[in-house]
């Protein structure tokens, strides 16, 4: 039921272009976990007209299961018949495109949109790592903006997808109905967002956390119990002190998305367990199945966004002619890892990593 002061999506469009539309079309390009989950739930309004781009199986998946979204509070919210193309030719129609892709696919992929998206389409990048937009800005004539997910989506079973963590989304500032209205049915499904001007600082924020996603892929563990271990924790807390330093040198300022500042986080991982289950209780109420989309990669053979996240570490620091050993050395175990070596990363290793980290610091 609509809320007495929302304006329905076709005079929030007619306010922005002068003509009125039935519906929103909103595309997602690259319908893996956070696509399906964000796409089924802006598919719940009939104020959107969502349309899904993905890989053949998708398509063949999602025409016999459909597609549902499981919220935080166990509620399942379903798309019977889910409209799924393979080919890009269905975005030429589009009037807001989500690319929800591994930032690594981007260069394969922006090239082929060009010829696709019309000249007032409003494009929305929802890649982890940092300087993500101008690489669209290469390719791309259309407006682009930035936004960031920081909880986590699992595949439960074919077409189904859990939300297993809290957060809100992290929009970078706008006043383009189109994004409001968006916004409005995200919240409306229980999806909370923000907007902000400084979204390099909500980028590198998202990029200090995702430092964990090698730690876990490599732990071979959930989340939730890798983090309950501290070895793996001092690890993580090594890898972030790294960042924060460099952001320090730079003057980079980094959005904190828990209710602690970003640079207490490294200090708290280090506590011993009793007091971190303390502390950290809403860091740890995760489903206890959730693993990071780094472990999903490797599972399935793919290639990683090592690159994008621990690798930004390194090659920032890099630029400084200063040194990241251990985010350098946890590139390295990926790499190795998704060449096929069965490398898992047990506690009795970490303090060995540790001090090989140490030990390799560049003068």
Known sequence: ???????????????????????????????????????????QSSEFEVIFIGRERMALESAAYGLTAQDLEGACHRLTSPAVYTEFEALRTAQLVLVTVKALDLQTLLPQLTQYLSADCLVVAMQNGVAIAPLYQQFLSQPVLRAIVPFNVVKISPGFYARTTGAQMIWQQSDDPRIGAVLEQLQHQGIKSKQLENVKAAEFGKLMLNLNNAINALSDLPLQQQL??????????????????????????????????????????QTPNWLFKRLAKKMLAVSPDARSSMWDDIQAGKATEIAFLNGAVVTLAEQLKLDAPVNRLLVQLVKRKEQGEPIRLCPLHVKQLLQEASGSQRP
């Open 1 to 43: 039921m609509r809320s007495a002061n929302k304006k329905p999506v076709a005079e929030l469009l007619s306010d922005h272009s002068g003509k009125s539309s039935a519906s929103l079309r909103v595309a997602i390009v690259g319908a893996g976990a956070i696509g399906c989950y964000l796409g089924t739930m802006l598919a």
């Open 228 to 269: 309950l271990q501290r070895p793996y924790r001092l690890l993580l807390a090594a890898a972030m002190k790294e960042l924060l330093d460099l952001c320090r040198r730079l003057n980079i300022e980094t959005y904190s998305y828990t209710s602690i500042p970003n640079s207490y986080i490294p200090l708290l991982l």
